[in-house]
């Protein structure tokens, strides 16, 4: 960060990035909601271009030049600066074969993670770039979920490669404004929220405890680690096929598929009929114009309330 760079607006936090903020300062070096984007590209990178789009986005959208702020306030806000260098590192890794890149890939992957940011102190993001082959290169950008969501990734690169393109061919793109986020924070914390609270009552009438994962054994968390990972696995082409097909049948999403088999499961492993999950919601809809284009977290997690008959039929 520049030590010297000015603040130039302060405004409130969406509830989404106040619970993210909490869990953040709870445990800082957890690695949670630390995005890592991985961007592969089949030819040699002109960083001065490169550095020159990013810069030119971070000037588009200030979001992107955001930190947070807490100490001393009745409730954290965030402040957008004027004028904020993106970081960026270099690593040369021709002179490594394949399975020597993927190893060290994989443990720097964890690294970075657990590096993760000082809120308080912008950007919250960082980018590192992999140079795999002489026609190979392979880029990390590094973010806080705090200020971004899935949906304003696409965004800000697709500004991005268009500056980028155009420093290439030695043109310069001037990017028009974008709709600042604070427009979006204004607009939901004037918001009427009784109908939604009524609805939510209505909704959770009943129900008392969050939905418990019961399981038979519980392993042991090693030290430094986070108690959790990701496991994948892939479905088969007439598996995906057959899937498609009940979901259109049944005229909903797969995502909607997806959420009724976690509720099933859930109802299996917690022996209860009535069962509470949170499901992330894009919540871009609102009034304000250009709000589809505009980079920030909209997002919300809402709960999802599923009543599963131990006698239904699947």
Known sequence: MIR????????????????????????????ADIEQMIIGLPEPLDMAAFETAWQATLARHEVLRSAFRWEGLA???????????????????????ESEQNEQFKAWLAADRTAG???ALPPLARLTVFR????????????HHLFLDGRSFPIVLKDVFAVY????????????PATPYKDYIDWF??????????????TLAGFAAPTPLVVDTLGT?????????VAESWLSPVLTTALNELAQKAGV???????????????????EDDVVFGATRACRHNTIPGSLEMAGLFINTLPMRVPVPPDSAL
């Open 189 to 202: 914390h004037n918001l009427d929220l009784k109908p939604a609270e009524r609805y939510w009552r209505d």
């Open 132 to 143: 795999l082959a002489d026609d190979q290169t392979r880029v990390v950008w590094t973010f």
């Open 165 to 176: 393109e155009a420093a290439r061919s030695g043109e310069e793109l001037e990017l028009p």
């Open 4 to 31: 010297t760079a000015t603040v130039v607006d302060s405004y409130r936090l969406s509830p989404m990035q106040q619970g993210m903020l909490f869990h953040h300062l709870f445990a800082p070096d957890s690695g």
């Open 117 to 119: 940011f000082d809120v």
């Open 75 to 97: 409730e954290p806000v965030q402040d957008v600066y004027d004028e904020v260098p993106l970081p960026l590192t270099e690593h040369d890794w021709r002179a490594l074969d």
């Open 221 to 229: 968390v090693p030290a430094g680690t986070t108690g959790y990972s």
């Open 253 to 271: 999403t797969m995502n909607t598929l997806v959420q009724g088999g976690w509720s099933l499961l859930l109802s299996r492993y917690s022996r």
